[in-house]
Each structure stands twice: as C-alpha cells, then as structure tokens.
C-alpha cells in the first residue's frame, strides 16, 4: 500500500495535497483541484482498479466548497482508495468522466440534479435522478430544507429518442406494471419482434431518503436503512451500522459478527430461491415458481424464529444485533437448512431436466463480459458476465474472514448463467452458514451504545444478495449524520438490462429483467 | 414430467388454513405493542426511541397527551425495550387491519409532575368508532364482489419490503386463490387496488390515473406504515406520505411490512368477509375501559 501511494505521490505530486487512512482499509486522498480524469486514468490503466462509485457532498457552508469523492478498488488490495476532490461553490462544476468510464454516467447525472453540480462534457447530461417535470431544485445542498413544497408538477416532458423506420414503433410500459413489481418506465423501439433498444426511465420511488438521512439521529437512521431496499433489509442496515462503527472506531462483539454473518447469508438464500422460482415462471414453468415459493416461506420462517421478522427487520444495530439466540433458536437453524437444501436441490433438478425452460434460458438476455466490465457490473449479474468480485472475499467483514469463501464466475453472461450463479451461491451460503454456526463464539451480542462523535468520515461495503452495497458516511453533531451517500448494486446495473435487451424478443424482456432482478426502491432512494 | 408428478404428490399440501386455524407464528415473533397506559410511568424514552413518531407526546399546561399510531408503527420494539417500566410489551398481534384511519389511534392523556414523569393518568381512548355512515355498507361491497375479486397491485414508491409479502400471497402456503382472489395486469380488470407507499411526487400522477382506470365499484386498500402515512419517510420533498393524502382509501393494513396473514385479514375485511378485530383486540386500554 505505502509503495503505491508513494508512486502516487511522485507521479502526480502537483494534484494530490494530502493522503490518509484514519480508517483502517481506507486511503483518502484529498486533490487540488477538481479534475481527476489524469489520477483516474492511471488508476484503471496501471494498477486494474475499478472506479466504484463517484459522489457528492456539500461544504460549502463548513469551506466553501463542494467534494466529489471518487472511490477506487485495485484488485487483490483490500485497501479501498478514495479520491477527494474540492470544487468551488462559485463554479459549481467538475470535468465528467461519463465518457471515458461509462460506469458513473447516471452517478455523475444524480450529482447533476441532486446538487446542481455540472459534470462538464457528459456525453448524455439530461436529468436522470429528478424527473423532467421538477422544478429546478437541488435537492441535497444545504440551503434546501427538507420539507420544502414544491408547486405542482406540469404533464409529462421526457422525450425519447424517435423511432424512425418502416415498421419500427416504440411500446411503452409503466411506471405501473402487469406484475407485482416496482414501478418504472420502460421503452421499447421494436422492429417486428426484435427490440432495437430499450430506454429507461427509473426514479419514480425517490423519496428523499438521503436528504432524510441528514434528519436523523443515527439509532433512527438505521431504521432508514432497513427501508432503503426491503428486499435487502438486512444488508443494507448492516452496511449502514459499518460505516457508522468504522467512523467511531466501534468494536463489534465476535458473536454479533458472526450472527450477522448468518442472517445476510440468510437473507441471500430467501432471495436467491424466490428468484430461481421467479426465472422459471416467467417462461412459463409455473410448477417451479410453487415450489420455490414454498422453500422461501421455510427461511423466512426461520428468519422469523431468529429477529422476529421474516424479513429480517428491526435486528442489526450500531455496535453488534439487538437481539441474542437462545439455543433452540441456533438449533432451528440446521433443522431448516437440511429441508431447504434439499427441497432446493430438488427444485433444481426439476428446473434442469425440462428442456423447454433451457431452450428459453440459454442464450438470451446476453450481457458480453466486455460489456460488463466497462458498465461496472456488480453482483449476480457481473459474475454470469466473467466479472470476478464479491466483497466478502475481496474486502473481509465480520466473520467472513474467518470463513471459506468460493466464488462462482461464468462467462456466458445469458439468463441461465445468472440463474446458475443464484444456484451455486445458495449451496454456498448454506456451508457458510453451518461453517459459522459451529464456530460462533460466545460472549456479548453488542457494544455499548455510545454517542457517535462529530467529523468522522467511514466507507463501508456489504455484499448483499444482488451485489456491493456501499454507504458513505459524516457525522454530525448531535448524534445526527451531516451526509449519508448510498449505493446499491442496482444503480450501476440497470444499463446492463439496457445492453442485454438488444435483440432479444419482447416476450423475454421479463425473465431477462428479473434475472438481473434490480432494486427499483434502492436505485431511486 | 414423472418426477415432476412425483415431487408434487411428495409434497401433498403445502397450504396454510388461515383465518380458519390460526397462522404459524414463530414464538419471537413480533407484533403490535401494547400499552398499559394505568401503569405508564413515563412515555418520554419510548418516544424518542420510536424511529417513526407512531409515540408521539404533547404537554401542555402540566397536562401530556399521548398519542400512539399503529398506522406509523413498524413493529421494531425499541419503545419496549426503552421503556423501563415494564407499561409497553410488544405482543404477537398483527391483525390490525381497519375501515378507519382513527381506529388506528389510541390516546392517553397524564397529570404531569415538575420532572415531566405521569403523576396521574387522566383518560385513555381508542380511536376505534361505529362504522361510518359514510362508507359503502360491507355487505354491499360483499353481494358485489365479495365471492371473486380482481386485485390491482400499485406499488406508489414503496421499499419494495410490502410488495415481497404480497407476492407471497400467491405462493401455496398462502394461496389467495381459495379465496376466489386474484393479481390481475390491469386496473381496467380489477375491482380493487392494493396500494403500498409512501406516495412519492414521481408516481402521485400515476396512482390518480391507474385509480381512474379502475372500473367501479373498487376498493382501495392501503398497504403498510408508509401506506397508511408515509412512515419512516413521512412527508417531504419527494413524498406525499400515506395513499389516502392522493386518492380516498377503505381499508388500512398496518405492518412493516405486514405479513401475508394480515395482508389476508385486510383484503377479506374491504369484502365484508372478516372482522375488524382490533375492537375486539385484547389491549389493555380496552380492559381498563371497561373495569
């Protein structure tokens, strides 16, 4: 690591003011100016990092400034590198990296609208995050109160781009859909029945949730967090509960961390198999949807036996759980997850021996390694795409550095390898779980509650069923958060439906989406 | 295609009988809680524990209002645990659902002491009211559509939390279908919306048209804390808060989210097909009203 930034130091002396790590695995390294294509350049060419995430915060009142934080992961190097870089409040603008890095185009478009900061030579820099019909607020600087009013909207003004041709016409679904599902905009410019390409129009759940997150005390705020994405509840207050004990150096108890460990395993095997039932069905296999509908309810029972709440709510807290296992509740454990399993590996084989659900799956909704890699895919989806990452081994959090950990990764990026992912990585989190159920630790199941101190700055990753979660946080004073940046595997995801719609059918555009299965709630906050 | 005959028939039934056997619920389950407002010696620390404002207090002239929401309420039992006095247990009661908003309040009002503890306990109500003359009459809505009902799924800006527990509505534990009910793709088919929140400012435009679209007579059910009122979110910028701040709503399922149960018990009650039974609810308030 200190190599690396020496080199750092010595090639781009002029632009980096000063590098620190008051979090362990944390490197934040403050510029001069507000132009990082240079550093960012170097970072992805030499040393194969990933640009992660691109966010931004506003000082300007404590400075006088705006920050856009631009984080970095280098392959093999647990050490996440977070470049920080100043703008002015006077020129609120930074050079975008949209074209270069197509990953942060909607990041760099949210900072856009969220802060009215303009990303200088975006190649698309229409609104994403705020919808045409807004009025023209910035909803996360300072000086704009939450509860602020605004008039009501007028009509609808997002144009599309046109479908000119013979025989090519656009079909328009949502943002309310045939399906119990999140609301969007989806719209397809078909030729016949092959799409030519799909536009997106998402952020139709916005609700303000970062803005509210600098509203609370942070005990509230955890609640908040469980809300951000209900399918991932547990995951994300997890992240959220890490970025506030990485920012005041809290001790989690090594119970807790393993307890944890075992309910985000928990939480990946609810969702995985309601997705394995959910793939089948949406080509027709409805005998498998029932039995996978069946296995879930068996681990939300189960999660329900452990927190109280099938949907693991209201559980993780600063500093550890809120609640302890008694023996029956561990016990109850392996007596599921031998039904499960089985049940599981059943509903697999029923899957893999009907020819017509392969013949469906195989080969559609391609989404190219290439693809993958220069959109930033996460999660699921990156690793049917050959994009080997996954934050419990790269970055090892609570037990699961003390747990092996095997990563499934195809190459064949179509609907099945994503299906195929799920179903390796719930064999694999059952062993998780039995391998930290006979090693979870006595001793205390959380830290003592402690006010959080003010100006402390923390990172934190999950790997939630879907992919990285990422929280960024500051505290403020009065146990309360002066910013709270999320991300959800989701927001970098959604253009890879976009690129593996190409071609394809319209009738397969819902087993296409829901083997990427994103979090609508998650990618609108 | 045999082992498929086969697992199926390995299976047998897989179908829960609720309402007519009790639901299956683990024994850490947690419900509503309850309050005995007599024994309440302070409601301060369960207040400013509650993450969504469902405790809320009022002083004035020495006098505390209390005021406790189900409709806000997310079942996280913080104000149990805060409350040292033992006056607040989380119990395992989630079938919550009602015709009116203020059947979801309670209220309590307390003599206070110089240090802000209850001196005395002046009043405690239920906001729980006779049927509104207002409303459609349940056995009119039952002749209507009580034997087989097409629901509308609107998910107004919601966590995505309620709508995994809708989806298990339909999975052969819960089965919706014996009831005659159905998901249908289109609000011109349904006869009722089952609508989560909160509302957001993105999709306010498009709950009032999916409501327009919606043939009469329909229902509207609002589904969950954000629902009912915004939750944890509230309202701000980008919300509006509960479903019924944009279109009128009958029937208010509490939960967060509520499980498949009380979604059930919420959707029958719209139909005049069950009970209200928080009238009936064993809280404590009740009990002191009547002693």
Known sequence: MTSFLKDLRKRFSEQIRSAEELVPHQVTILLNGSDVTSIARHFIAEYKARLVTVFAEDRVRAEGLFYNYYVFDRIGDPTWVILKAPISGDNPSFTSLAAEFPSVNWQEREIQDWFGLEAVGHPNPRRVALHDNWPDVHPLRKNFPLDTVLPPFEGERHVYRPAIGEGVFHILVGPVHAGIIEPGHFNFTVAGEPILYLQLRMFYTHKGTEKLFENFTIPRAVFLAESVSGDSAFSHGTAFCR???????????????????????????????????????????????????????????????????????????????????????VEAIESTLKIVEREFCDLVTIIQSSNSTRERLEHTGILRPVKAQMLGIVGVAGRASGIDLDVRRDHPYEAYRHLPITVPVYQAGDVRHRLQVRIDEVAESIQIVRAAVARLPEGSYRAPTQRIPSGRCALSAVEGWRGEILYWVRTGDDNHLERCKIKDPSLNNWPALVEAMEGNIVADFPVINKSFNMSYSGTDR | MFNILQKTLNVGTATADYPRVAPHLAEKFRGCPEFDFAAWTDARPAADACPTGAIALCDRDGTRTVTVDYGRCIFCGECEAASADGAVSMTRQFELAATQRRDLILTAQYTLHSDGAHAGLQSATSGATAEDPGKRSAAAIQSLLGRSLAIRQVDAGSCNGCEQEIVALNNPVHDIERFGIHFVASPRHADMLLVTGPVTRNMELALRKTWAATPDPKVVVAVGACGISGGIFGTNYASMGGVDAVIPVDVYIPGCPPRPEALLQGILLALGRARQTLDVHPHRYLQLLVE
């Open chain 1, 243 to 329: 970025a506030i004990e990485a920012a005041a150096e809290i001790e989690v108890p090594a119970r807790a961390q393993f307890l944890r460990t075992i309910l985000l395993e928990l939480e990946r095997v609810a969702n995985h198999v309601a997705d394995t039932g959910a793939i089948a069905n949406d080509v027709g296999f409805v005998i498998a949807n029932a039995h996978a509908g069946r296995v879930r309810e068996l681990v939300l029972d189960l999660c329900e036996t452990l927190t109280g709440s099938r949907l693991l709510r209201g559980m993780v807290a600063v500093g550890g759980v809120r609640r302890d296992w008694q023996k029956a509740q």
